[in-house]
């Protein structure tokens, strides 16, 4: 691949509604784009951290500061031949996953436009229908998270997850159980528990949840083990998942029995795959979790949930529950089955709104 030139842009986007997590509220994201222009076509990759270190330590200032001084010099520079090989160069600098992300998955998307296949076929993905489920934040009522879940559930979602913390959990759920006894539902703590806790998580057992998310520490394994001896109910682990081996290891020790697979929190498709690999040789299901991404990124979670071992229902919804414009065309919709059609054109199988995202633009450099 000869490139010419890489850019990094971030652009500032309103959520059409607040999205609150245990960790806190956001209303306007802060995202991180990479642009590669190389052999006559442009890839795009996103940087999928929040605007705080509160999921994990990444921000948009380090992303800029790691893509900057490190990673687009290495690529700029250095020996390599594909976008898979690119996660070998990036290995010196520890961590940064969803800095290393945007711009490895923007050299997919290069390699795939060039080739002229869609994305998805490139990294061997089968799906052509991936099932979709929703993510619902912590609302200031009761009554208008039971409302947004009708919404979702009119729309044809497959599933409804829904953010817990200490104080919005138990009643909640059960709230929730008396108005939809049947619906596929889940709960993700974002770590809000510890394991003194467990009394009250043994609890989440009497709603049968699918399963609950990341109850305990950020970056912890074992604790998980204790408390998955403890619950019936399934624990998924997401934030201190960050590579294959990791997967292995929590696998290994019985620390969970689901896992979501987020594409920045693992540092680019290359280690998504392999972990999808561990996974399906363990008979441990995974799905696509979602950073509130533009559709870049949405994109991108299209692409990866379209491997076969991503059987349930992704946090990978249309584009419209998010914003009130959104930076690719066409954008992101979901049928009334509750699936998203894996794009059939090359590349992403959308198109970056240029000047949409030049509006957007709050700052940019160039490199090469
Ligand atoms: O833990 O899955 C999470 C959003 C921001 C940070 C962490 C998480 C989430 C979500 C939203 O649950 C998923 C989405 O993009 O729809
Ligand atoms: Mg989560």
Redo the contacts with the bound molecule.
């Keep these: 691949m000869k490139i010419e030139r890489i850019e990094l842009r971030e652009i500032q986007m309103p959520l059409v509604h607040f999205?609150e997590?245990s960790f806190g509220r956001t209303t306007v994201r802060r995202i991180v784009l990479v642009r590669v222009d190389a052999d006559g076509v442009t890839g795009w990759g996103e940087v999928t951290c929040?605007e705080s270190p509160f999921?994990n330590y990444e921000t948009p200032e380090t992303a800029w500061h790691i893509l900057r001084d490190f990673l687009i010099p290495w690529v700029l520079t250095k020996e390599w031949n594909t976008a898979a090989d690119v996660a070998a160069l990036f290995k010196p600098v520890r961590g940064h996953n969803m800095a290393k992300a945007a711009l490895q998955n923007a050299l997919w998307d290069v390699e795939a436009r060039e080739r002229q296949i869609p994305l998805w076929k490139l990294i061997g993905g089968t799906l052509e229908e991936i099932p979709c489920g929703?993510?619902i934040g912590i609302q200031d009522s009761v009554e208008e998270l039971l409302e947004k879940i009708q919404r979702e559930v009119d729309a044809g979602y497959q599933r409804i997850?829904v953010?817990i913390k200490p104080g919005w959990d138990v009643e909640v759920l059960d709230r929730i159980r008396q108005r939809f006894p049947r619906i596929a539902l889940m709960a993700?703590a974002?770590s809000a528990y510890t394991l003194d806790d467990i009394p009250r998580l043994k609890l989440l057992d009497r709603f049968y949840l699918m399963m609950v998310?990341?109850p305990l520490g950020w970056d912890d394994i074992l604790d998980h083990v204790k408390l998955q001896r403890e619950i019936a109910t399934p624990v998924c682990l997401?934030e201190s998942i960050h590579t294959a081996d990791d997967a292995r290891k929590a696998i290994e020790v019985r620390a969970c029995k689901i896992i979501?697979v987020k594409l920045g929190r693992v540092g680019g498709f290359a280690a998504a795959r392999q972990l999808h690999g561990v996974c399906r040789a363990r008979n441990i299901p995974v799905w696509c979790?979602?950073?509130?991404?533009s559709g870049i990124g949405r994109a991108h979670n299209i692409a990866m949930s379209t491997l076969a071992g991503f059987t349930l229902p992704g946090?990978v919804?249309a584009s419209k529950r998010y914003w009130a414009e959104d930076i690719i065309e066409p954008e992101v919709i979901v049928t009334p089955q509750g699936t998203i059609l894996a794009p059939q054109t090359s590349g992403l199988g959308f198109e970056p709104r240029l000047e949409r995202i030049e509006q957007l633009t709050a700052r940019r450099e160039s490199f090469g």
């Design positions: 999205f997590t929040g999921y929703v993510s997850k953010k993700d974002n998310e990341q997401d979501n979790g979602g950073m509130l991404e946090d919804s």
